[in-house]
């Protein structure tokens, strides 16, 4: 019985996990609240409310690099609607101008990786957070 119970839990688990993978919706929500996590980190470097730190300034443009690697695959046309999306319709009529945000951004994001000392990450940090308000702008439906 109890082996039985472990067994459906397991499965259960499995396919959650799966569902997650597979709703592009719930994939691009996850992967926008760890940019605005290292966001709020860098925010808080750039303010002089903590202290520069090399690494994790690395730390938040790898995670801007990886989301604007990935968010672009994560807007397929069955997810123009459903879940709690903001995606704009233009994310779907404009498609270039979409990839081409996400493609500044990871250049932004891949040149404020270099940035030794505070006042490289600052002007890095802008500009790439310059593209973040951009991008919502131009592809995000304001609540």
Known sequence: MIRTAFV???LALGVTAAMAETNPIAERQQTMKAVSAAT???AAMAKGDTPFDAGKAQSVFKTYADAAKKMPTLFPDSSKSGGETTAS???WEDQAGFKAAFAKFEADAEAGAKAGDLAD???AFGAATKNCGACHEAYRIKK
Do not use: I
């Open 89 to 91: 319709p233009k994310v």
């Open 8 to 10: 459906l839990l397991s």
């Open 121 to 123: 990450f600052r002007t």
């Open 40 to 42: 709020r980190e860098g």
